[in-house]
């Protein structure tokens, strides 16, 4: 039989159960498991076995469930997180520590910002934030020796700037380390960024993933091609000893293949135990099952919404990367040809005002903090995710203080557009 296509995966992936077994994944809500003796339960902590011995760790529904989003991406190792910040802290941290510096691209999600900005910061982690619309000479520029990784996102949030991530992984690659890309807004089923050479893949499973706005979670994919021994001075802490577990050398048990989760999981989640939960990982696959069905109403409902905006004259500016004459449609084509997200951000003439005034006119799009899921939502960045960027912050991030995220879910476009033209409307008046 050919490689399964990835609608088949979304809703046979990960879980494959046998003769007599549960038809849909068991959520193993225990904290712990059993064991006949010490020496078996020994065996899992010297990673000698597989298995499950607590939760915080590790949790059989999670690793189903982390198996497929693992196949959706063409990955060898994933893992889930508490949150999509959970996975973007545990990609950073688990090569980089107090002295290091990572390069990221400045038009990243608000809350990513902050965390790379002033939270690692204060642990010692150095960032530069660079346009992912930088020169070739500016990138190079941003690197430093002690430079540990590239981050980036796919589709930016809420900026909606597509990242070339080609250009991005060649020039990571040249210096020796990874590129890490967030691809929560494309999602696999639009994008799969390590066909374009990205080696760490991030989401937040809370969005398009779980579909529903019922369960927050995040997710880590490793593509198991980056070469950490190449570069074993950069990487100690895959390819030295780790006294913390028994003087496991990372690379050297799990290969380049499982290394970097392993670690992520031995190391990092047993110390900050950012598990998600095994309810929230069933729900997550729920959606999950329906993510290539929905991707496509929400692809097509922004684009209906895109083009409506573009031609009102009451509005300033639309950005859409799917639009035509959009100013990343041409990277949207060449790594999203089939659709891009369901977010599309405009602003109103008017400014910040008319931006608020608009908002509170709303009747179908709810005004929320959440983005891509089933029911469509809006969202005032600088006043809300935003609100603690300053301005200079707000404009490099691309996020100006009249921006209007609106998140189109899968109702009737025709339906979306009427609740955006009376809100219009409503405040021309005003």
């Known amino acids: 039989m050919k490689k399964q296509r990835i609608e088949t995966t979304c809703v046979q992936g990960g879980y494959r159960p046998g003769n007599g077994e549960p038809r849909q994944i068991p959520v193993y809500q225990s904290t712990t498991f059993k064991y006949s003796t010490s020496e078996d339960m020994g065996k899992l902590f010297d990673l000698e076995a597989s298995g499950y011995f607590y939760t915080r760790l590790q949790n059989p529904t999670n690793d189903y469930v982390a198996q497929k989003i693992c196949e959706l991406e063409g990955g060898t190792a994933a893992m889930l997180t508490s949150s999509g910040q959970a996975a973007s802290f545990y ?6 520590s107090c002295g290091d510096h990572i390069v990221s691209s400045s038009t990243i999600y608000g809350g990513t910002f902050n965390l790379f900005s002033v939270t690692m910061k204060r642990m010692g982690i150095e960032f530069t934030f660079v346009s992912p619309d930088c020169s070739d000479e500016e990138l190079e520029a941003a690197f430093k020796p002690n430079t540990k990784a590239v981050f980036g996102e796919t589709i930016a949030n809420p900026a ?9 992984a060649n020039a990571a690659h040249k210096h020796g380390v990874p590129l890490i890309i967030d691809n929560t807004f494309a999602t696999p089923v639009n994008c799969r960024p390590f066909e374009w050479g990205a080696d760490i893949v991030t989401h937040s499973t809370t969005k398009y993933m779980d579909g529903h706005g019922a369960a927050v979670g995040g997710c880590i994919v490793d593509s198991g091609k980056f070469d950490w021994t190449a570069h074993a001075d950069k990487f100690p802490g ?24 392993t670690k992520a999981t031995a190391q990092l989640m047993r110390d900050f135990g950012s598990i998600q939960s095994p309810q929230n990982a069933f729900l997550l696959n729920m959606g999950l099952e329906s993510l290539h069905v929905r991707m496509k109403r929400h692809c097509e409902n922004a684009q209906a919404v895109a083009e409506f905006l573009v031609n009102d004259p009451r509005v300033a500016w639309v950005t859409y990367p799917s639009l035509k004459g959009d100013k990343y449609y041409d990277l949207a084509q060449k790594y999203l040809p089939n659709g891009s997200c369901g977010v599309v951000s405009f602003g109103v003439k008017g400014g910040r005002k008319a931006a ?17 899921d089933a029911r469509t939502c809006c969202l005032h960045p600088a006043s809300a995710t935003h609100r603690q960027m300053t301005d200079s912050e707000l404009i490099a991030a691309g996020v100006g203080p ?6 189109c879910g899968i109702e009737n476009s025709e339906d979306l557009i009427e609740d955006i033209k009376q ?8």
């Open 238 to 261: 895959l390819c030295t000893p780790d006294e913390s577990y028994h003087g496991v050398t990372y690379v050297e048990r799990f290969g380049l293949e499982g290394a970097f989760i």
């Open 402 to 407: 009249d921006l209007i995220r609106f998140s």
């Open 356 to 372: 608020e005034a608009f908002m509170k006119k709303l009747k179908i799009a709810a005004i929320e903090t959440h983005v891509a």
């Open 91 to 96: 990609s950073i941290f688990n090569i980089a």
């Open 423 to 430: 809100a219009l409307d409503k405040i021309e008046v005003i």
């Open 160 to 168: 909606l700037t597509v990242l070339d991530i080609e250009r991005f």
